[in-house]
C-alpha cells in the first residue's frame, strides 16, 4: 500500500470515530440512545365515535409534539365521515365501519374537525383538537354522554312540558291558486331562510315563498296547472313534480329536460293533471342539499274514489341540515294530530329526506291504503310503517282510544337521546 493511500485511510477512520463519539455524548445529554430518531416524538391515539348527530370525545387535549392519530368509528345510521382539511380526511365510513386519521405533530393552537356530509357539521358534528394544553395520556376532555340521571330526568321532563311549543314561521300552508283562463297558477320563489326548528334553534335553511315545508298545492285531475318558479338562490335550481305524468319538457330535471334556472332567473312549468294522490314537488338540483334544506312541499290531486276520513294530516319527513323534522320542525315544537273519538283520520307520510323512516303510533293500528299515490288492492294493518325516501304512505287511523299517544320515527336516534324526545316526535291526541 503506498503511504500517501494509507494516510487517507487513516484520516478518513478516525473522522468516523470522532463522529460516532459525538453522536453517543449528544444521545447521552439528551437522555436518548443511539438509534433512537424518532424517540422525540410521542405519539397519541384517541378512540373517537360518530353518531347522529355528534363526534365523541367532543374535545381532544394533545400535548405539543405529539403526533396525533385519530381511531374512529361510525356507529351511527347513515355515513359519516371526520375532517381536518381538504387533505387530511377520512373517505365516508358506511355504518359500523372504522377508519384511521394521521393527523401528525401539529403546531400549539386549537383545530376544528368535522364531519362533511352537507348539513352535520351544522347539526353538531365537530369536535375541538387542542394542542399544548394537555400532558401526554391526557387526551379525552368530554364525551359528549356526562349528564347523570337526575339530570337526564330533569331535561327528559322540561322538553315533554314545552310541546306544543311555538316558533317562528309554520309551513304546509294550503296555497290558492290564481285563475288565469281556467288554468290554475301558483308563482313560488325558492329562496334562503334562516328557520327556527325548535324553540331557540334557528338554522340556515332553503324555502319556496318562505316556509318549509312549501305551499301545499292541492288540485284535482283534469286541472290545468301553471306553476311559475322565481329563483332567488345563490345557485341553480330547477323543480320536479315526484309521482306526476307530465310532459317531458315539464319533468324538471335541469340539464336533460330543462335549462338550469341560474338565480334570478324564471321557468314556467305547465300541464294537465293525469294521476292523483299524495304526491311532491321538490328541487332537483344539489337536491342532496336543497331538499333536506327545505325546498320540498306536498303535492296533493284528489281523484274521485278518496277513502273515508273525518281528519287529514300531511306529515313531510325530512332529515339534514334541518335536523330531523316533521313538518318542517323538530319536537317540541311539533304539532299535534287532534281527532274525537270515532273520527277517521288520514295521514300522507311522504318521505323527502336522505334516510328511511318508520313511523310507530302508540295505542291504534295504521290501515295502509296506498302506496306512491296509487290503492292498495288489499289495504293492510300495521303499527309501524316504513317510509324510504321518495315514497308516500297513505294510513287511516280509527280514533277509538281516547288520550294523548306518543307518534315518533322508530329508529330512535331520531327521536330520544339523553337529553329528551327530540326530532320526529309528535302525538295523536283524542279528545
Given at each position: 500500500m503506498k503511504f500517501g493511500m494509507a494516510v487517507?485511510?487513516?484520516?478518513?477512520?478516525?473522522?468516523?470515530?470522532?463522529?460516532?463519539?459525538?453522536v453517543i455524548v449528544a444521545a447521552t445529554a439528551t437522555g436518548g440512545a443511539v438509534g433512537e430518531a424518532a424517540a422525540t416524538t410521542k405519539a397519541a391515539t384517541v378512540?373517537?365515535?360518530?353518531?347522529?348527530?355528534?363526534?365523541?370525545?367532543?374535545?381532544i387535549k394533545v400535548a405539543k409534539g405529539e403526533a396525533v392519530t385519530l381511531q374512529i368509528k361510525n356507529t351511527g345510521t347513515v355515513q359519516h365521515d371526520l375532517a381536518l382539511d381538504s387533505e387530511k380526511k377520512?373517505?365516508?365510513?358506511?355504518?359500523?365501519?372504522?377508519?384511521?386519521?394521521s393527523l401528525g405533530a401539529l403546531a400549539e393552537g386549537s383545530y376544528q374537525l368535522k364531519c362533511t356530509v352537507a348539513g352535520h357539521a351544522e347539526l353538531g358534528m365537530t369536535t375541538t383538537l387542542t394542542v399544548g394544553a394537555a400532558a401526554s395520556g391526557d387526551h379525552s376532555t368530554a364525551t359528549g354522554g356526562t349528564m347523570t340521571a337526575a339530570q337526564m330526568d330533569a331535561s327528559y321532563m322540561a322538553r315533554l312540558k314545552e310541546y306544543p311549543a311555538k316558533t317562528r314561521g309554520s309551513g304546509n300552508a294550503v296555497m290558492e291558486p290564481v285563475l288565469d283562463n281556467g288554468v290554475k297558477v301558483y308563482n313560488l320563489t325558492a329562496d334562503e331562510i334562516e328557520w327556527e326548528v325548535e324553540p331557540g334553534v334557528v338554522r340556515k335553511g332553503m324555502a319556496y315563498n318562505g316556509q318549509i315545508p312549501g305551499p301545499q298545492i292541492r288540485v284535482r285531475v283534469g286541472d290545468r296547472v301553471r306553476v311559475n318558479l322565481k329563483n332567488d338562490l345563490e345557485e341553480s335550481t330547477a323543480m320536479h313534480f315526484h309521482g306526476q305524468f307530465v310532459p317531458n319538457a315539464m319533468d324538471g330535471v335541469a340539464g336533460i329536460t330543462q335549462p338550469l334556472i341560474e338565480p334570478g332567473q324564471?321557468?314556467?312549468?305547465?300541464?294537465?293533471?293525469?294521476?292523483?294522490?299524495?304526491?311532491?314537488?321538490?328541487?332537483?338540483?344539489?337536491?342532496?342539499?336543497?331538499?333536506?334544506?327545505?325546498?320540498?312541499?306536498?303535492?296533493i290531486v284528489e281523484g274521485n274514489n278518496e277513502p273515508q276520513s273525518d281528519v287529514e294530516q300531511v306529515m313531510i319527513l325530512n332529515d339534514g341540515p334541518l335536523g330531523y323534522t316533521i313538518n318542517g320542525k323538530g319536537f317540541p315544537a311539533t304539532a299535534p294530530i287532534v281527532a274525537k273519538p270515532g273520527q277517521k283520520v288520514r295521514i300522507r307520510y311522504m318521505n323527502e329526506g336522505l334516510q328511511i323512516h318508520p313511523m310507530h303510533l302508540h295505542g291504534m293500528p295504521q290501515l295502509v291504503v296506498a302506496k306512491d299515490g296509487w290503492p292498495l288492492p288489499q289495504p293492510y294493518q300495521a303499527d309501524t310503517v316504513l317510509i324510504a325516501p321518495g315514497e308516500r304512505v297513505d294510513v287511516i287511523v280509527d280514533a277509538t282510544e281516547l288520550g294523548v299517544w306518543a307518534f315518533h320515527c322508530h329508529i330512535l336516534s331520531h327521536a330520544e337521546n339523553e337529553q329528551g324526545m327530540f326530532g320526529m316526535v309528535t302525538a295523536m291526541i283524542v279528545q
Amino acid at each position: 500500500m503506498k503511504f500517501g493511500m494509507a494516510v487517507a485511510i487513516a484520516a478518513s477512520l478516525a473522522a468516523f470515530v470522532i463522529a460516532t463519539v459525538a453522536v453517543i455524548v449528544a444521545a447521552t445529554a439528551t437522555g436518548g440512545a443511539v438509534g433512537e430518531a424518532a424517540a422525540t416524538t410521542k405519539a397519541a391515539t384517541v378512540d373517537v365515535e360518530l353518531g347522529e348527530f355528534y363526534v365523541k370525545p367532543a374535545e381532544i387535549k394533545v400535548a405539543k409534539g405529539e403526533a396525533v392519530t385519530l381511531q374512529i368509528k361510525n356507529t351511527g345510521t347513515v355515513q359519516h365521515d371526520l375532517a381536518l382539511d381538504s387533505e387530511k380526511k377520512t373517505p365516508l365510513l358506511n355504518a359500523g365501519a372504522s377508519g384511521t386519521l394521521s393527523l401528525g405533530a401539529l403546531a400549539e393552537g386549537s383545530y376544528q374537525l368535522k364531519c362533511t356530509v352537507a348539513g352535520h357539521a351544522e347539526l353538531g358534528m365537530t369536535t375541538t383538537l387542542t394542542v399544548g394544553a394537555a400532558a401526554s395520556g391526557d387526551h379525552s376532555t368530554a364525551t359528549g354522554g356526562t349528564m347523570t340521571a337526575a339530570q337526564m330526568d330533569a331535561s327528559y321532563m322540561a322538553r315533554l312540558k314545552e310541546y306544543p311549543a311555538k316558533t317562528r314561521g309554520s309551513g304546509n300552508a294550503v296555497m290558492e291558486p290564481v285563475l288565469d283562463n281556467g288554468v290554475k297558477v301558483y308563482n313560488l320563489t325558492a329562496d334562503e331562510i334562516e328557520w327556527e326548528v325548535e324553540p331557540g334553534v334557528v338554522r340556515k335553511g332553503m324555502a319556496y315563498n318562505g316556509q318549509i315545508p312549501g305551499p301545499q298545492i292541492r288540485v284535482r285531475v283534469g286541472d290545468r296547472v301553471r306553476v311559475n318558479l322565481k329563483n332567488d338562490l345563490e345557485e341553480s335550481t330547477a323543480m320536479h313534480f315526484h309521482g306526476q305524468f307530465v310532459p317531458n319538457a315539464m319533468d324538471g330535471v335541469a340539464g336533460i329536460t330543462q335549462p338550469l334556472i341560474e338565480p334570478g332567473q324564471s321557468f314556467t312549468y305547465e300541464f294537465t293533471i293525469r294521476n292523483s294522490g299524495s304526491h311532491m314537488y321538490h328541487s332537483h338540483m344539489n337536491g342532496a342539499l336543497q331538499i333536506p334544506a327545505g325546498l320540498l312541499g306536498a303535492f296533493i290531486v284528489e281523484g274521485n274514489n278518496e277513502p273515508q276520513s273525518d281528519v287529514e294530516q300531511v306529515m313531510i319527513l325530512n332529515d339534514g341540515p334541518l335536523g330531523y323534522t316533521i313538518n318542517g320542525k323538530g319536537f317540541p315544537a311539533t304539532a299535534p294530530i287532534v281527532a274525537k273519538p270515532g273520527q277517521k283520520v288520514r295521514i300522507r307520510y311522504m318521505n323527502e329526506g336522505l334516510q328511511i323512516h318508520p313511523m310507530h303510533l302508540h295505542g291504534m293500528p295504521q290501515l295502509v291504503v296506498a302506496k306512491d299515490g296509487w290503492p292498495l288492492p288489499q289495504p293492510y294493518q300495521a303499527d309501524t310503517v316504513l317510509i324510504a325516501p321518495g315514497e308516500r304512505v297513505d294510513v287511516i287511523v280509527d280514533a277509538t282510544e281516547l288520550g294523548v299517544w306518543a307518534f315518533h320515527c322508530h329508529i330512535l336516534s331520531h327521536a330520544e337521546n339523553e337529553q329528551g324526545m327530540f326530532g320526529m316526535v309528535t302525538a295523536m291526541i283524542v279528545q
